[in-house]
């Protein structure tokens, strides 16, 4: 097989066989183009630790970041890996190569108002603003990612209302269940009634487009911007600005940062705790405000 067909095998025994998301999928598509496009007419049996270096360097002065280095390095580490194992190649030239550190940038947040403004806002009475309503609640409510709420079907029982949970498959194929607060309950149920007006005949997506078919990732976040701009919030907000939302809010609340964890997917717990960082600095814009020692003349 020539170089191309490697990668395309690669990726689509990611599809089938691990079944990572679309978005992830795309991701390391992105990146096995990127390699090929670096190496040029050199064979990837023949590369070497040394060229790959240069590669990185060249991606970084073209000015990716140290973050989206170390994820294209993941996925031509995962592509070698590959390669060796099934393949006989004989070695893996980017085991030991780092991406460059980047300044580590706090996720931005909504304040409780600010969803309040967003979630709250009047919308007319058609499907469409129906069904919007009900993605950004429960991405609100619960937490999702934006590939595991698109990828939710209507008729599998993984949303169940009465129960007050939904059953996602977020990142590495981990399944995980968490509640849905009664606003999210009452938008979905919303949705649920008006969901035939968009549908296309035997279509299971929870949430479809205007075709009627599942909707894109893109279309929720163009939705969601146009939302956001309406109601003044500006044309920055993104549907993981709503999972970043409800995990600083809950943990305001409860303090509880293993639940949080367990809520959101996060493997690690050290993927959490950057939410304790949001939460710092808002008790110390508070003390700023009222402590009189603290407050500038």
Known sequence: MNDPDLGKAWLETLEHQ??????????YSRAVGLLFKLKEDAALRDLEAAQIRRFVAR???AGLSGRTLALTLSAWRGLYHWLARHRGFPANPVQGVRAPKSPRHLPKALSVEQV???????????????RDRAMFELLYSSGLRLGELVGLDADDGRLDLKQAEVTVTGKGSKTRTVPVGSRAREALRDWLSTRAQLAAPEERALFVGTRGRRITPGMVQARLRAWAKRQGLGATVHPHMLRHSFASHVLQSSQDLRAVQEMLGHASISTTQVYTHLDFQALAKVYDTAHPRARRK
């Open 59 to 61: 991606l970084h002065a």
């Open 116 to 130: 309040q403004q967003l979630l709250e806002a009047p919308a007319p009475d058609v499907p469409a603003a129906v």
């Open 18 to 27: 691990r079944r990572l998301s679309c978005h992830t999928l795309a991701n």
